[in-house]
């Protein structure tokens, strides 16, 4: 007779780090698009954060206002 291990699956942790505040939704941020996303909006990555800009083309510099802000990207 074999003794199996037991196994009970995968165990998750927080991450404990720091965690960044929410940008408040009506705030205007300045970004800098470095890129196009495949449905047409403009791309830009401030402090960490990645931003999504309607309109806006790459290499533009444009003052956004923040409709929604979400946890994971």
Known sequence: M???K???GLRFQPAGGNRSA???VGKKQ???IERL???GRGIAF???RTWFVSGALAGE???ARVL???GKV
């Open 68 to 70: 929604n802000a979400r």
């Open 61 to 63: 510099a444009v003052e």
């Open 22 to 24: 929410q940008v408040p």
């Open 37 to 39: 996303a495949g449905d």
């Open 2 to 4: 074999s003794k199996k």
């Open 46 to 48: 401030v402090e960490g």
């Open 30 to 32: 300045r970004l800098e």
């Open 6 to 8: 037991s196994n009970s």
